[in-house]
């Protein structure tokens, strides 16, 4: 054990895991104050959304999400200007070509399971291979592992990733863990933040298996401490088995939330309701189950199981339901859901779905894939994934076989991959069946208000928006300029979708993808 | 079909939407059209400069005696910045800081005495400070830091703020902007001019060209060879900090300018090179340079290291000749230019004014006398 302070609180803690996690098991939602001066909480828990920042022994703008407890950690809310300190040590001016350089045959840029996949393929043909992955331990979201070494055992999914990850140690792939790849530029060259400093590769092929993140859901009040990403919820769990204490209200579209819901459940926490967007499963949902049963049968017990223990443990299932407006109480939220029931909550999770993290691809200008062996547009760069399209961990492994299988035939290497073509059209079979059983009963649409908050980061609501967009800003790029949305240290991935259609520009690839992909230290780069 | 319109301002910048503002003061019909993409309005940063940059001395020795023409303009410019945003009653973060340019070594100090000399002969009021005297009144500034030339008229601006600000002002006088049209060429028609671009004709009584870097290539049609040419620069931003550096901070040999804004953000730059677009494309940012630049700011101030950097952008400055591109165009009725050559923020809304007086017939003509485009008229060069 360990224990940590946060402001005047001392919080028992867990060596190894997140401080949001440890936070989290406290019920200590709010963190700080954000950019109009609201309460401000952790919200995608996974490094990207940058809404949990807090000062860690001195050091400013550090991620909750991402920090590894320590024992005596002092904690303190982010100011919402940085204070610096005046006896700081000038740096030497430096120059790009005096960072470390490396060049490996193949970067892989992820190490989920698409990453993972693509790493080990090429390792075993005899490719020299350097993995990078922004979290502490490779597996990706879907394969996380536990921080903390004394939690009850791993799941069959934990363990499953674990054998990928071994497996892919033992092919000697060399792994750089809690490394964060920040730039790139053509050649390509990338640049990382690394444990030892900033480092550059140059690789001669790179694979580019970056995930996802998580949509925002814009309605009323999802801004509130309390109020955070499925996949947080999830990863705080998986990772260090924490569960917010209290009531906790899980919404959104699709198998996720059901997941989380199940694990949460079988820890002893208390799921208050899930609300789900598609209709309850019926008689007209038969095709699609059969279809999924002949694709993945193991899948669909797992779901079934989920589905029995909800039923046991008398969890309210409101489906065909979307969550429409939150409002802090005096203990806790207020879930309003769009059929005009409310629900009281401590924790709301949101699911509704998550968005390819391309960025670094978009920096690159690989267009595509643009065939099979997912190449992209630009010569020796490779996207798998749910970094190209949701398509889930399935379907990203046997992209990342596929891919692998191709960069070692750039080498000259031959690997047979097609066991991972057959995996991949079943479960794209798979996947497409389950989409149609969770086809929501609406369309997913968050009932933002003029007062709702689009962009996070610089607190630009949609009134705002829709202002300047009726001023004439049709374009991203003229929003962006005129409103400061998307401007933020999340770089515009949690608004760039809600921009996206408010303008008529539905060509425009999104917000110009600017480095750094994640904020990078003045500090470090003079390291 | 055409669109029709009394005066076209081309170029949406700072220029063009001063411009567009001052001319429907006066009540004239404007269209302001700018490409939206990779123009002006993505380019500047917000810095109010006065003194020679030191930056600029280097690369181009032969324009600094048009650079020191110019000086006087510069100090003009920025009162003229001041008056404006308190005339308009806007919130723009203008600061008038002061400016200092900052010395590592006694050679260059020497540098930056004799620049000041200059300065002071053409009217400015520039002063060469200590040590003991910055740790007075910058004490953000690194231990390398020997001595600086302060210049009091300097100051900064939020640009984002000052450019939102303006075209609001502008469109509240009646001022149509097309934000995504690009301007492909100008020819005359029978009383005007025809302008073809991306998204139709457009037809208009008078044309000002206010279209930065890319003036050149539109006014030479009209035999004027302005040598106006896009210097891709690559900028940093930093998130928000609480008050650290007052000045508007440069080198005298090294490339860095910094200064922060009034949102916090310390802005960092100094003409580190950008790769330039392709076609239409905006400049895409350096690696080196990022790296070359925020490390030479943490070294001029080292309190910079906990900041993170939140986004790197790049954009084209405009270089001319060390002089501003200002008036009408002889031998073409109706037809101006309004480029402000160097530090074109700083100049842009008094070369703005400088323009529309011009359009509007008002004053003697003499302020602008010395920035006549007709320098570079082909046909007199020829002759």
């Known amino acids: 054990m360990a224990a940590i302070r946060f402001g005047a609180q001392v919080i028992a803690a867990q060596e190894g895991e997140s401080v949001l996690a440890a936070l989290a098991g406290a019920g200590m939602w709010t963190l700080g104050e954000d950019a109009r001066r609201h309460p401000r909480g952790a919200w995608c828990g996974m490094g990207a959304c940058q809404a949990c920042l807090v000062t860690i022994d001195g050091v400013p703008a550090q991620r909750a999400c991402m920090a590894k407890v320590r024992d005596g950690m002092a904690i303190e809310p982010a100011a919402a200007r940085i204070e610096t300190a005046a006896d700081i040590v000038a740096a030497a001016p430096r120059r790009a070509d005096a960072l470390p350089l490396r060049t490996p045959d193949l970067l892989v840029v992820g190490g989920g399971p698409a990453g993972l996949a693509a790493a080990t393929t090429a390792r075993a043909a005899g490719i020299e291979v350097l993995l990078i992955d922004e979290r502490r331990q490779p597996g990706g979201q879907y394969f996380k592992q536990r921080d903390v070494a004394t939690l009850s055992p791993a799941d069959a999914q934990q363990r499953e990733g674990a054998a990928r990850i071994d497996a892919a140690l033992e092919a000697g792939v060399e792994m750089l863990a809690g490394a964060t790849v920040w730039g790139a530029f053509p050649g390509p060259e990338l640049v990382a933040d690394t444990p030892d400093g900033p480092l550059r590769v140059r690789p001669s092929a790179l694979v580019l298996a970056t995930g996802a993140i998580e949509r925002g859901w814009p309605v009323p009040g999802w801004t509130l401490p309390g109020v955070i990403a499925t996949g947080a919820a999830q990863t705080l769990w998986r990772t260090a088995r924490r569960a917010p204490p209290g009531r906790i209200v899980i919404a959104g579209n699709g198998p996720l939330n059901l997941q989380l819901a199940a694990e949460l459940l079988a820890g002893g926490a208390k799921v208050a309701a899930l609300v789900e967007a598609a209709p309850a499963p019926g008689p007209r949902h038969a095709r699609a189950l059969l279809k999924m049963s002949a694709a993945a049968p193991s899948l669909v017990a797992q779901g079934a199981a989920y589905r029995a223990r909800l039923a046991a443990a008398r969890v309210p299932l409101v489906s065909a339901a979307q969550v429409a407006a939150v409002r802090a109480a005096d203990a806790g939220l207020i879930v309003r859901v769009d059929t005009g029931r409310e629900i009281a909550a401590d924790t709301l999770c949101l699911g509704y779905g998550l968005a390819p993290a391309d960025e670094l691809a978009r920096a690159l200008g690989c267009a595509g894939p643009v065939d099979d062996a997912m190449r992209t547009s630009v010569d020796g760069i490779w996207r798998v994934g749910d970094g190209v399209a949701i398509g889930g961990a399935h379907v990203a492994a046997a992209q990342g076989m596929i891919a692998g299988a191709a960069v070692a035939a750039r080498f000259g290497r031959t690997v047979d991959c097609g066991a991972a073509k057959t995996a991949l059209a079943r479960h794209r079979r798979f996947q497409s069946a389950l989409w149609r059983l969770y086809a929501p009963a609406l369309p997913l649409d968050p009932s933002s208000d003029a007062d709702t908050v689009v962009c996070r980061c610089e607190g630009v609501t949609m009134g705002r928006l829709r202002t300047a967009r009726d001023e004439g800003c049709t374009s991203m790029s003229a929003l962006k300029l005129a409103t400061r949305a998307g401007m933020g240290a999340c770089q515009g991935r949690y608004c760039a979708t809600l921009l996206a259609g408010l303008t008529d520009a539905s060509g425009e690839p999104g917000l110009a993808p600017r480095v750094p992909v994640r904020p990078v230290r003045i500090g470090d780069l003079a390291r | ?383």
């Open chain 2, 1 to 383: 079909m055409t669109r029709r319109a009394d005066t076209v301002v081309v170029g949406g910048g700072i220029v063009g939407t001063c411009i567009a503002g001052f001319l429907a003061e006066a009540g004239e019909g404007v269209l302001v059209l700018d490409h939206g993409h990779g123009a002006g309005t993505t380019s500047n940063a917000g810095s109010l400069h006065v003194q020679m940059q030191s930056r600029f001395m280097r690369l181009y020795p032969e324009a600094v005696p048009g650079m020191e023409a110019q000086l006087p303009l510069y100090r003009e410019a920025v009162a003229f910045w001041r008056d404006l945003v308190a005339r308009l009653g806007i919130d723009v973060g203008l600061a008038m800081t002061g400016g200092l340019m900052v010395a590592e070594s006694e050679e260059q100090l020497a540098f930056l005495g004799a620049k000041a000399a200059r300065e002071r002969a053409a009217g400015l009021e520039v002063e060469i400070l200590t040590r003991a005297d910055l740790t007075r009144i910058a004490p953000y500034l690194g231990p390398a830091i020997v001595g600086a030339e302060l210049c009091a008229d300097e100051g900064k601006v939020d640009p984002l703020a000052a450019n939102a600000a303006l075209a609001a002002w502008a469109a509240g006088l009646g001022v149509t902007r097309d934000r995504d049209r690009l301007v492909l060429g100008i020819d005359t028609e029978a009383g005007g001019y025809l302008l073809a671009t991306d998204r139709g004709p457009v037809s208009a009584r008078r044309v000002v060209l206010a279209a930065g870097w890319g003036t050149g290539a539109l006014a030479a049609r009209f035999g004027l060879a302005v040598p106006s040419r896009a210097e891709p620069l690559h900028m940093n931003i930093t998130e928000a900090a609480a008050p650290l550096i007052g000045h508007l901070v440069q080198h005298a040999d090294r490339m860095i300018t910094l200064k922060q804004l009034a949102s916090g953000q310390v802005v960092i730059g100094g003409g580190w090179p950008a790769r330039a677009g392709e076609g239409r494309d905006a400049p895409g940012v350096e690696l080196d340079s990022m790296i070359a630049s925020a490390t030479l700011a943490q070294h001029v101030v080292p309190a910079l290291a906990p900041l993170r950097i939140l986004r790197c952008w790049a954009g084209n400055n405009t270089a001319v000749d060390g002089r501003g591109v200002l008036g009408p165009v002889a031998g073409h009725p109706g037809l101006f230019v309004a480029v402000p050559g160097d530090a074109g923020y700083t100049l842009g809304p008094l070369s703005a004014r400088l323009v529309a007086d011009a359009v509007l017939g008002r004053g003697d003509g003499g302020a602008i006398a010395p920035y006549l485009p007709d320098r570079f008229s082909v046909a007199l060069a020829a002759r």
